[in-house]
């Protein structure tokens, strides 16, 4: 079943009009330029600093255990100094990015 006509005669110009840009692209490319099909991406600084930090990410440990053990060490003398002032100011910080994203 056949559902459209072919019809020669209206695919013409289209075919023509696609040789004359191969040909153009072909001489521009002789001439130095760009040729069609050729595609680049140049990634910004800070992306390159992303995909290393992302790259690093897997080969570091889950719990920083020389802190952990200074944080106990604290504890334990009774020298750790809790600011509850800067507990709270996080803690409404970290709602409100998180309400907002």
Do not use: C
């Amino acid at each position: 079943m056949e559902i459209t006509e072919k019809n020669p005669i209206q695919i013409t110009p289209y075919v023509s009009q696609v040789q004359q840009n191969t040909q153009a692209a072909e001489t521009e490319g002789e001439k130095g330029q760009a040729n069609i099909g050729e595609d680049s991406v140049e990634l910004s600084q800070s992306a390159r600093d992303l995909q290393k930090a992302q790259k690093a990410l897997p080969d570091l440990p889950d719990i920083r255990e020389d802190k952990v053990a200074v944080l106990k060490q604290q504890i334990e003398n009774g020298t750790y100094d809790i600011r509850a002032d800067k507990i709270a100011a996080n803690m409404l910080k970290e709602s409100l990015v998180n309400n907002i994203f």
